[in-house]
């Protein structure tokens, strides 16, 4: 299975400031086979991004995703209020699905 | 709008029996796969399973294989987890979603999981 590593497991940050997420593969990812995700406490994820870079209906742009192979990457571009959140990288290449251990956004 | 709702959750003995279910509305369900995924109590989201839009299809992570069936009933916009042999570490919120896009043999699924229920929570404890 391709086990999906994501940094740091937290990040503390101010609102405004722009923000990188990294996730990375154990095996080369085919093709653009890349999803992110936000999750808030108590609530389900929510679909960001799949395909490495296309955001889902009603994703601010702020929210990019860029990478290949193994090395991807999340950025917003200026953290708003509502940002605050863990966030999951998967990769949709093969199965088993796997998803990152997440990375949380702290004030 | 694209809806999901998990029912079934509860608490469990190890070693019984449970069975999830699913149930969509919003769209045309019978030409989507649906997936299931977990998150145990502080932890990371783990994918359980697929099936396909026609129930022809499944797969599912090595943790549960042989233990966790799922079924679905399109007349009823309903999928189904069927999970025997429950063990304490398969306690966790449980969400069914939906994949991203209507699928076509071969290539039945697009595998990332578009829309998600607010989950059902599974405790195995004695």
């Known amino acids: 299975e391709i086990v999906m590593t994501q940094s740091p497991a937290t990040l503390s940050v101010s609102p405004g400031e722009r923000v990188t997420l990294s996730c990375r593969a154990s095996?080369?990812?085919?093709?653009?086979?890349l999803a992110w995700y936000q999750q808030k406490p108590g609530q389900a994820p929510r679909l960001l991004i799949h395909g490495i870079s296309t955001r889902a209906p009603g994703i601010p742009t702020r929210f990019t995703g860029s990478g290949s192979g193994t090395e991807f990457t999340l950025t917003i571009s200026s953290l708003q209020s509502e940002d605050f959140a863990t966030y999951y990288c998967?990769?949709?290449?093969?199965?088993?699905?796997?998803f990152g251990g997440g990375t949380k956004v702290e004030i | 709008q694209v809806q999901l709702v998990e029912s079934g959750g509860g608490v469990v003995q190890p070693g019984r029996s449970l069975r999830l279910s699913c149930t969509a509305s919003?769209?045309?369900?019978?030409?989507?796969?649906v997936h299931w995924a977990r998150q145990a109590p502080g932890a990371g989201l783990e994918w359980v399973g697929v099936i396909s839009y026609d129930g022809g299809d499944m797969f599912y992570t090595d943790s549960v294989k042989g233990r966790f069936t799922l079924s679905r009933d399109n007349s009823k916009n309903t999928v189904f987890l069927q999970m025997n042999s429950l063990r304490p570490e398969d306690t966790a919120v449980y969400y069914c979603?939906?994949?991203?896009?209507?699928?076509?043999?071969?290539?039945?699924?697009?595998?990332?999981?578009?829309?998600w229920g607010r989950g059902s929570l599974v405790t195995v404890s004695s």
């Open positions: 979603a939906r994949d991203g896009g209507p699928g076509t043999y071969p290539n039945w699924a697009y595998n990332w999981l578009d829309s």
């Open positions: 919003g769209f045309t369900f019978s030409s989507y796969a």
């Open positions: 095996q080369t990812i085919r093709v653009n086979f």
């Open positions: 998967q990769q949709h290449s093969d199965w088993p699905l796997t």
